[in-house]
């Protein structure tokens, strides 16, 4: 059950992300700090992904999702290169 509610709320932190993300890009304001959140978001996202997927492939191999960790966000975001 813990891992089941775990797992809920990563879903409802990315969507809660992807809800700010497309706000934050449809917003007309495209100031320094508006951008500078924007990117704060993608991270946390990617992070939420990450972590997702890690809880997914120890669950998958008979582990304990639950020693899944979040990954710092440059670590995360090196994984695109």
Not at 15 to 42: G, T, W
Not at 51 to 78: C, I, M, S, T, Y
Request: hydrophobic residues 30%; negative net charge; proline residues 4%.
């Amino acid at each position: 059950m813990a891992d089941q509610s775990s797992t809920a709320s990563i879903n409802s932190s990315i969507n809660a992300l992807m809800e700010e993300e497309h706000a934050l890009r449809n917003n007309p304001d495209k100031s320094a700090e508006n951008q500078q959140r924007l990117r704060s978001v993608e991270a946390e996202l990617d992070q939420c992904w990450d972590l997702l997927r890690q809880r997914r492939g120890k669950a998958e191999f008979g582990e304990d999702p639950g020693q899944a960790h979040v990954r710092p966000a440059a670590e995360v975001e090196n994984y695109r290169n």
